[in-house]
């Protein structure tokens, strides 16, 4: 838990914000691998880098802090982070997985754990009673995103860890879109918390880092070790620039946010749009349970252009929006998830779950929203049929 009311206060001041032994007002990046021992076995807290370094520990009690869970694991990339979470999982284990996840932890599971007798079903968490029906006897966790990518379809959280527990499932959920600011996933019952740092918590497109939250100390003995055996840690000085990122989290999401209604409501009524997808809308799906569970309806949006639209020369036009893998900077980016951050799904497969080939993602970033919306126009416009 918090030692902050408010999880604006915390961003700042949360884990050990300071250092101790200069009155430093940031803690240091310690770019060492080893610290010396003053006899056989006398540390001085610390004994090598892939263990233990002072910056990452900041930022590992920081994330935890924020999350309001019982220890935080930094890892060298999202991927790294939700590998080391699947590493609970033993050989004959099935994973239960939301059917809009990112497409990397579909591909961890499908071509690796696999080969490690770690199965997965891809269910629909979005449905209670269905996902209810999904779940087998060789099931021991969940993974699920909400609002889940490229879709935005919401999850209600509460719910699925309520009828994942009774179960016996592990909860786990990727809390990369919404971040602590907007969502705490623990509050709600889940058991494990990952991030993509990399996106809005790094939020400067400048570093690749994942972090994982876990609820108990069991879990976190658990979760030290395979961090510690497996060795996919975050380095000093990227440490450094998740924590400087971390402090303006707050001021960063409240405008994204406000950019992101605006740039989805001015989608919603352009001619030239089929659909919008943005828990943010009223009539969205999940509206009420995204309302319920998070402050407000995120920062990504996905929509599609009506038939006819020439997409690749959507994507060409713009000027402002570059066309991107990734999201969370504070730079506008768009992507195009079939060919982007969703090839590595089956074509049926993303079929099914209505990853169109029309599909076109937006990261709203936080630069004035009239330049913005300028740029979608003109882009819009390019792309028209012609007639
Ligand atoms: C980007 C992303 C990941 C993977 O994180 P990396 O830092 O790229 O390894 C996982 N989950 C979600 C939701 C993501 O957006």
């Known amino acids: ?23 430093a007002v940031n803690v240091p990046i310690y770019q060492t691998s080893t610290y010396q021992q003053d006899g056989l076995g006398k540390m001085r807290g610390y004994e090598y880098s892939r263990t233990g370094n002072p910056t990452r520990e900041a930022l590992e009690k920081l994330i935890a802090e924020l999350e309001g869970g019982y220890a935080g694991f930094a890892f060298g990339s999202g991927m790294a982070a939700i590998t080391a979470v699947l590493s609970l999982l033993q050989s004959g284990d099935r994973v239960l ?112 880092a994942g972090l994982a939250v876990v609820n108990s100390e069991e879990l976190a003995q658990k979760l030290a ?88 020369r959507f994507f060409e036009s713009l000027q402002l929006i570059m066309l991107a893998e990734s999201l969370g900077g504070v730079e506008s980016l768009v992507c195009h998830p079939a060919t982007m951050t969703h090839a590595s799904i089956p074509a049926e497969i993303r079929k099914k779950v209505g990853i169109t080939d029309g599909l076109i993602r937006l990261s709203t970033g936080i630069e004035n929203i009239a330049d913005i919306l300028a740029d979608l126009e003109q882009a819009i416009g390019k792309a028209a049929p012609n007639v």
Do not use: C, W
């Open 1 to 23: 838990m918090s030692r902050y009311e408010h999880t604006e206060t915390a961003l700042i001041h949360g884990g050990i914000s300071t250092d101790e032994r200069t009155g």
């Open 225 to 312: 070790f395979i961090q510690n055996s497996t060795g996919g840690v975050l380095g000093p000085f990227d440490s450094f620039l998740l924590i400087r990122g971390i402090k303006t989290l707050a001021v960063r999401m409240d405008r994204h946010v406000e950019n992101a209604q605006k740039a989805a409501e001015y989608l919603k009524q352009h001619p030239a749009v089929k659909t919008v997808y943005y828990p943010g809308l009223p009539d969205a799906q999940g509206y009420a349970i995204n309302r319920k569970q998070a402050k407000n309806g995120g920062v990504m949006i996905s929509f599609e252009l009506h038939e006819g639209y020439d997409i690749n």
């Open 97 to 208: 997985i939301s059917s809009n996840v990112y497409g990397g932890t579909f591909r961890v599971l499908d071509k690796v754990f696999d080969h490690f007798g770690i199965t997965y079903t891809i269910a629909d968490t979005a449905d209670l009673a269905k996902y209810e029906s999904q779940i087998t006897d060789d099931a021991k966790a969940v993974i699920i995103e909400s609002p889940a990518n490229p879709l935005m379809t919401v999850t209600d959280i509460a719910a699925v860890a309520e009828i994942s527990h009774r179960h016996g499932l592990l909860v786990i959920v990727d809390n990369t879109f919404m971040t602590p600011y907007l969502q705490k996933p623990l509050a709600l019952g889940a058991d494990i918390v990952v991030h993509s740092a990399t996106k809005y918590l790094g939020g400067h497109s400048d570093v690749v």
